[in-house]
């Protein structure tokens, strides 16, 4: 049986095309997820997760599916020499982020830029990295100088 999957990256639409009834109500209740004019025809990226879930129920052939993806793995590493550093953030070990900072003596340092790969972001890494940061500097007893605008938003 022909199945074709389309993810939003933390659930997958299974679309079983032989099982469509051609019913449009997909279509009708979440039209920026699906399309027919457009290739992919289901875009499961314009809506959440919680949408996505209540539109597949309304599918009365059974044709629309929902599949739950790997939960994926976040974390953070630090690397230092001493003069100047970043926390890292990876997804399923891979790259996804980081925050740059400089030491300002030793009980300060400064954080100089906060960036998320383009492929990552919308999932709050950035705010993840600055709150590993005030973690990290808590822990130490050390104050931070944020020149990051972003940073400084977030502290
Ligand atoms: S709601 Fe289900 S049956 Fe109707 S068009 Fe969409 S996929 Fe096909």
Not at 94 to 111: C, D, L, R
Not at 121 to 136: D, P, Q, Y
Request: glycine share 8%; aromatic share 10%.
């Amino acid at each position: 049986m022909l199945k074709k999957e389309y993810t939003n990256g933390e659930i997958t639409i299974l679309w079983r095309p032989e099982k469509c009834i051609h019913s449009g109500i997909c279509v009708k209740t979440l039209p920026k997820v699906y399309n027919p004019k457009e290739r992919p025809w289901i875009k499961p990226k314009n809506a959440t997760t919680k949408e996505l879930i209540k539109q597949v129920a309304k599918c009365p052939s059974g044709a629309l599916r929902i599949k739950q993806d790997k939960k994926s793995m976040t974390k953070i590493g630090r690397e230092d020499n001493g003069k100047k550093g970043r926390f890292i953030i990876y997804e399923n070990d891979k790259f996804a982020g980081e925050m740059t900072y400089t030491w300002a003596g030793k009980s300060k340092f400064i954080i100089n830029h906060t960036g998320v790969e383009e492929q990552f972001s919308g999932k709050g890494f950035g705010k993840k990295l600055v709150m590993k940061s005030v973690e990290f500097a808590r822990n130490n007893d050390l104050k931070i100088l944020p020149l990051c605008p972003f940073a400084k938003k977030s502290i």
